[in-house]
């Protein structure tokens, strides 16, 4: 038996599988968020914790035969958070989240103190990082500072509450912008720049390789036979991958949840900063991964319905399962600012090209276009940083529209793959990489892909007419700029 553990911003997430992969049961127990300033946005890292032991509890309580007999834990993990511990490797403070905006005056400051940042770490400052977090604390709470002995990530101080270890794993530890991505090791001029020393970090490990065991106490509670290990883990998109099976050179996946990621799995460190792809580390030893992230992908579907007041369903149905031709309508997605490829908070979505005779269902096409189009430009920023997409799965509730599908693999020009129903998310991935830690397995083994049940291929007509909207569609973002300047 394994158990994955999934420590988000909404809840924390226990999950058991057993040897043949089959999830047993999962329990989720919620989290909030607190928001002390405008763009701030802060939890209690004990709170993780609490949550943790809440939601194995809860599983020990149904299954206590299949807990007794948990021989590895995973863990998968919210990024960036930066968590300040004193000398007893308490909290000095709340944890600054990914999302947390503050630190957008130290992005700058850190890029002008180390110009080699881009190209060490693959990444752009952006306030969701964590360097930037503690140049901020070091400028506006320097008694925290100067008392900070150690900083970890969410997951990280779960290991360390759970087993008394240190230990950091390379995908989370490559979204702090303190690792040399290339080398999968920590940079001293990075933690130089801001005023930290290796002696500041937890000691680094693969995301499948053995990382502590069980503290005694908890074994006894939850009955377990012996301490389980625990492994390295995973960032949660990372975590993601591995439960997708994504985890060859190749390999990549389409992520239409709230927010939209565009993965791919390399085998090699390959960076495109200034079009703000990311490219971190993967859990599995010698791999890597870049991502394009869009900000408002099934969200931007919910806006409008809550707009219309109406059901997403019911504004997708008259559209039916295939475009007959791009919408005359265009939609800029930008509804809270866009990450790849103009790293732009200030920017909006805007509609373009209404006219009298365009109606709702113009409308809801053309968003779920601009959302495919900022896909687009995902793509077209890992392409200029040496990696071409050949086909990719879908995962996240926009891919229930088949509709939707259609527009993208047009749009994208390549085949779209659904998936069968299963249990693809990050606790899951975090199972298979304790198991991965038990074993000793070849990844490749253990992290097989879900059943593909449909393939959508580009139609050629189509995709043409949608390069041509496409070029239009690009014109949008540089007028709205200006306006928003």
């Known amino acids: 038996m394994f158990l994955g553990l999934d420590i988000g911003t909404s809840s924390v997430k226990a999950l058991l599988a057993d040897g043949e992969q089959r999830v047993l049961a999962s329990h989720d127990v919620a989290l909030t968020v607190q928001r002390p300033h405008p763009g701030f946005s802060e939890q209690a890292p004990d709170a993780w914790v609490d949550a943790v032991i809440a939601a194995v509890d809860v599983l020990k309580a149904s299954h206590p035969q299949e807990v007794a007999d948990v021989k590895g834990i995973g863990l998968s993990g919210q990024m960036h958070g930066a968590v300040l511990l004193g000398a007893d490797h308490r909290p000095l403070r709340p944890a600054i989240l990914w999302n947390d905006g503050r630190s957008s005056a130290e992005c700058a400051e850190l890029e002008a103190k180390w110009p080699q940042l881009r190209t060490v770490t693959g990444n752009k400052a952006m306030p969701g990082f964590t360097a930037p977090k503690l140049l901020w604390v070091a400028r506006h709470e320097p008694e925290i500072f100067a008392r900070t002995r150690l900083v970890v990530l969410p997951k990280a101080y779960i290991r360390l509450a759970l087993t008394g270890e240190a230990i950091e794993e390379m995908s989370d530890a490559a979204g702090s912008l303190w690792l040399d991505v290339g080398k999968r090791d920590w940079s001293d001029a990075a933690l130089e720049a801001t005023g930290l020393t290796r002696r500041n970090m937890p000691r680094l490990v693969e995301g499948s ?45 389409v992520s239409l949840g709230t927010s939209g990621v565009l993965w791919a799995t390399t085998d090699r460190f390959l960076p495109n900063p200034d079009r703000a792809v990311h490219a971190f580390c993967h859990a599995i030893p010698q791999t890597w991964h870049q991502m394009g992230v869009i900000l408002s992908a099934a969200s931007s579907l919910a806006w409008i319905a809550n707009v219309l007041q109406t059901r997403e369903p019911v504004l997708l149905a008259p559209l039916g399962d295939k475009p007959a031709a791009p919408s005359p309508v ?14 732009d908070a200030r920017i909006r979505g805007v509609f373009a ?133």
């Not at 036979?225 to 949660?236: E, I, M, Q, R, S």
């Not at 047009?410 to 606790?427: K, M, Q, S, Y």
């Not at 449909?454 to 949008?476: F, K, Q, S």
Request: aromatic share 8%; proline share 6%.
């Open 209 to 253: 390789a053995p990382a502590g065991q069980l503290r005694a106490d908890l074994v006894a509670r939850w009955g377990m036979a012996k301490a389980p290990v625990f492994a390295g883990g995973a960032g949660d998109n990372a975590a993601g991958a591995v439960g997708l099976g994504a985890i060859k050179p190749g390999s990549a996946f």
């Open 353 to 485: 090209g209404l006219a009298h005779e365009n109606g709702r269902d113009a409308m809801v096409q053309a968003v779920l276009e601009g959302v495919a189009f900022a896909f687009a430009d995902c793509r077209d920023a890992l392409a200029a940083a040496g990696t071409t997409i050949a086909g990719a799965d879908v995962i996240g509730g926009g891919s229930r529209s088949r509709f939707w599908l259609e527009v993208l693999a047009n749009v994208l020009g390549f085949p779209i793959h659904r998936l069968a129903d299963g249990e693809t998310g990050g606790a899951f991935g975090a199972a298979r990489l304790a198991r991965l830690a038990v074993t000793g397995e070849d990844p490749a083994v253990v992290c097989t892909p879900p059943r593909r049940v449909e393939t959508i291929e580009p139609d050629p007509a189509l995709a043409a007419a949608y390069v041509e909207a496409r070029a239009g569609w690009r014109r949008l973002y540089p007028a709205m700029r200006g306006a928003t300047e």
């Open 330 to 343: 265009q939609f800029l997605p930008y509804l809270s600012g866009e990450r790849t490829p103009h790293d």
